[in-house]
């Protein structure tokens, strides 16, 4: 029996990984700074651990992972969020015969960089709005011709995301700011497991409600052609292995264009299917295609009654959103493991109490003390 460690047991597509490894018959931990987590409860989980943020101190971090790895016999890491950047260090410190579902770091950093990903697209002749950093000359010749947004060059969850109209001035000149030209139309993102360089599969998906910028209930997208060759050309003369997501808009004319790249798991490992997912990520050389979970629409329940009721007094959108609910399966319920779900908001209080204590808002007491801000590798 394989045992994997999970690097994260805090957000909803943990549990969705921890749940397709178990169903795949192995035994499964999870890792995490945080003493309490959505998947500390789950029957899919062998154990949890608690370990040093990586933003606290990264020597011990790496320290804490790497005594999990030898005294359980861990032969496959996952990393899931924010926190894979700093995983991917540990590549060449693991121990023989232990495997890293991630690319080399070299490779995330850029892909995780907004301006050095849409750079690399551009270079491959993939269609992608006008971008520059803060501190280039471009960025103000687009910032008063275009309506555009801005933003950090490392950044995740909408954090520090600005809509901003043609002619505004810009907030930020260093390189660190990203100025991208605003484009309408309809926002849709992928999530491709990769091997290789080989699609093993890929899902496109749109978020129906949202908190903030995050979608919180989605629903799949079968019908895609331009994003889903637009991955395919993508991964064209690539070594990449691991997830891979991007998002993209769509124009009235069904061009798409990525806007940015996520080297992580994201929300759309919920529309996998739960036993294929799990034998894919323990044979990826060998796996064909990952079947796609029953159902179309799914959701973080909780948090998609939150904002539901933070609508209660614009009756159409309150109206819209209630529907959305009903029609969408919870990521977190299992009729086999329910704990998760009925502990949901106590297991989530290292999350909740910063947001609602302080200025963070909920994506940043999520990632605050995981996120990578790019490091030199």
């Not at 490894?21 to 987590?37: I, K, N, S, T, Y």
């Not at 294929?276 to 909780?302: D, H, K, V």
């Amino acid at each position: 029996m394989t045992t994997v460690l999970l690097t994260l047991g805090r957000l909803p597509k943990a549990l969705a990984i921890a749940r397709a490894c178990r169903a795949a018959g192995c035994r499964v931990l999870v890792a995490d700074p945080f003493r309490w987590h959505v998947c500390k409860p789950s029957r899919d989980v062998a154990r949890s651990f608690r370990v040093t943020a990586p933003n606290d101190s990264l020597p011990h971090y790496f320290a804490d992972l790497l005594a999990i790895v030898e005294a359980e016999s861990v032969g496959l890491v996952i990393p899931i969020s924010e926190e894979a950047l700093h995983v991917a260090k540990l590549r060449d410190q693991l121990p023989m015969g232990v495997r890293l579902w991630a690319a080399p770091l070299e490779q995330l950093a850029e892909l995780h960089h907004k301006r050095d990903f849409i750079a690399l697209a551009a270079r491959k002749g993939l269609e992608v709005p006008e971008t520059f950093t803060a501190d280039e000359p471009g960025a103000l010749e687009l910032s008063r011709k275009n309506d555009y947004v801005e933003k950090p060059v490392h950044s995740c969850s909408g954090i520090g995301l600005r809509f901003a109209k043609a002619g505004d001035a810009l907030e930020s000149s260093s390189k660190e700011g990203l100025v991208q030209t605003h484009l309408d139309g309809d926002l849709i993102s992928s999530l491709s497991v990769v091997s290789e360089g080989r699609e093993v599969a890929t899902v496109f998906y749109r978020g129906c409600v949202f908190a903030g910028t995050v979608a919180i209930c989605f629903e799949r997208v079968d019908n895609a052609p331009s994003a889903r060759q637009w991955v395919s050309d993508f991964l064209k003369d690539s070594n990449y292995s691991g997830f891979l997501a991007f998002d993209f808009i769509v124009d009235e004319s069904g061009v798409a264009r990525a806007i940015e790249c996520n080297p992580r798991a994201t929300s759309g490992v919920h529309f996998f299917d739960t036993p294929s997912l799990g034998r894919a990520l323990l044979n990826p050389e060998t796996a064909q295609a990952i079947q796609l979970a029953e159902g179309t629409r799914f959701q973080w329940g909780y948090s998609t009654l939150t904002e539901t009721y933070a609508a209660i007094f614009k009756p159409r959108e309150f109206v819209r959103r209630f529907k959305e609910m009903l029609a969408a399966r919870d990521v977190i319920w299992a009729g086999h493991d329910p704990l998760p779900f009925l502990l949901m908001t106590p297991m989530s209080w290292e999350i909740l109490w910063p947001a609602m204590t302080s200025d963070l808002s909920l994506g940043e007491a999520t990632q605050r003390d995981i996120a990578w801000f790019g490091e030199s590798p």
